[in-house]
């Protein structure tokens, strides 16, 4: 490490990382995580001076988002665990996000305080009342600097709207609603109301036995506020335009791609079942992640993909042992770069994928401890499939399946990446920057 | 600023921003935020449960090849779909997509046995292989139908003996069911996959449970898997409530169950909220309602 360099600050542990999400400007990045708490870190401003200084990442500010419940009339515990973060862009100093577990969602302000006041009239430095009596002069306070102070304070509780687990929060392009989306409902909250929500999609059938597809994500489009899409367990995707009626189960596009039926399996509807859905920065496309690929939509053709990138094709023949121990439920998020060149998705091992849409080139990447030495490079991985293994593969066999990444994050400009692996988050950044 | 010289691709000389994406020598570690985790304590790999039944297979069986049949492994995955249905973690909520996506694979399995015909006469002699000790390799199931059409199937049984010669594959079932019990007597040591092993030690609860669903699905239509849950009371019973309300605690006799769910209380609710194995047989019990 050149000289006079401070080090990398190492932010702590958390519990299984559940969500990551970067804010609209990139300088904020939070995570939620297993035990209900919201980590946020904050880019450090460069320092032009120090000749290596790029931005870190610090921890600016923790706190417990979610505590576990008990239903009672189900004597179920509700997970505290936070499903999803969601920014608001921002309006003032203060920061505000979202946060879900599976019932309840939360609107949380970020404040800053570094003044406080001194001198009051009414009461000592300690915080004792004066006695009225005793006040013979008045004073005007004095704002005097203190510490950096980052609260966190609960400003809108918005809850008992769901019935199913949410597995997605959506914040609208008007800024003033969002919508949440459980298993066979979608809700139309406005940020201000919380004793009331408008249900939007709901595919839940009048008889349960019936039910053989569920809601797995949902968003809002990023520029078009009455346009929003979700995601099914059977791969399928339906955009909904809240102008045309109130509750929107039926879709205005339908996007679906044929299944090629020489390669049918049992699994073939499992692994087919959408984990994640994402609109492009640019609105023109969307992309979903299903179990083995990542393909992108263009909103103006219903009928197949425009692209499919396979991230892990090696585990179609593993598909039976991956069901069996429970692998292959298992919910991958994928992610848009700034620019929308790129791609970002998980795997296991602590792999994770990254696919140049322009350059039709893709890379398989560790996160791990071997790579985690400050300024070390990342050296691409590369799985073998069958035959001699050559020297820095690994075989699909030796894959730790315990080791997945679910949750990646790409900041909205830079070229800088929030991987989670487990319990530890990684942050890795291009050095052209 | 090194340039690239990939070929052909002139319109990332303009925009330097990404030029250096997928160059993987340019991503490096900014920070790590971790202190030492306890990840290590998941042994690296799965022990793949799927793949142990090949080896006690192999060579077992006069005439078997050691590929486990077709039907073999899709009767295979039927148990561990029923099973994994019945195991959903006790104290939160199941998930339902899991628990869907599951349903529906147990449907398809089910409509392609009731096509083959061998689903009636799969239950007639089920209780031997129910056991989860006989999940076999099911890589087979793994394959597309192209493959398995090109003939990599279930191995010939002529060789078993001479009796069951040119039996038609459907029937080939039934035969091996009347060879299992002609078998068991003579050769009770042997790791025959179709002998029931030590049939009353290992009637544990999950081979009652599984015992009472097939007889439930054995003696309706097809469609059995809605049977499953509608054999309970529907204004209690959606899919979300079985689900839910299987992690319910309470103890109580086979006759009172419908009765104390329709009064249930929170007072009926154990203190405690973990549940030991008699959960399992409890909740066959709601489901097939017998």
Redesign the interface.
Known sequence: MPEGDTGWKRAFEADIISTVEFNYSGDLLATGDKGGRVVIFQKEQENKSRLHSRGEYNVYSTFQSHEPEFDYLKSLEIEEKINKIRWLPQQNAAHFLLSTNDKTIKLWKISERDKRAEGYNLKDEDGRLRDPFRITALRVPILKPMDLMVEASPRRIFANAHTYHINSISVNSDHETYLSADDLRINLWHLEITDRSFNIVDIKPVNMEELTEVITAAEFHPHQCNVFVYSSSKGTIRLCDMRSSALCDRHSKFFEEPEDPSSRSFFSEIISSISDVKFSHSGRYMMTRDYLSVKVWDLNMETRPVETYQVHEYLRSKLCSLYENDCIFDKFECCWSGSDSALMTGSYNNFFRMFDRSMRRDVTLEASRESSKPRAILKPRKVCTGGKRKKDEISVDSLDFNKKILHTAWHPLDNIIAVAATNNLYIFQDKAN | ?ETDD?EG?R??EED???????D????????????????TM?A???K????DGEEDIEGTLAGFKSVPSYNLQ?QS?LD?SLV?LQLCHM???P????S??I???VR??QEEMTQDGTWQVINAQNTGQASLDR?V???I??????EQNEGKLVPSYSGFSKDFENTPSQDIISDLSTVTSVQAPRNPQSNNVWEMENSQENRGNFQKSLDQIFETLENKNPNSV?DL??DVD?SYY????VL??M???TKMGHCDVLESFSSQT?TN?NSN?KSDINELDHIVEILVES
């Not at chain 2, 793949?48 to 793949?51: E, I, L």
């Not at chain 2, 199931?141 to 192209?146: A, E, F, G, H």
């Open positions: 600023m990939r691709n319109m990332w330097s921003s990404h030029k250096h994406l997928l993987v020598s340019s991503w490096i570690n900014c920070i790590v935020a971790s202190k030492t985790t306890k990840d998941f690296r790999g799965i793949r449960k799927c793949f899709r995955l561990m994994k104290l939160v909520e998930n339902l997509c899991r869907v996506l349903a529906n694979t398809q399995i999940l390799s099911s890589d199931l793994c394959r597309s139908t192209k809605e849950f509608s529907n959606d899919l979300d409530t839910t309300g992690m319910n605690n929170t609710s909220c």
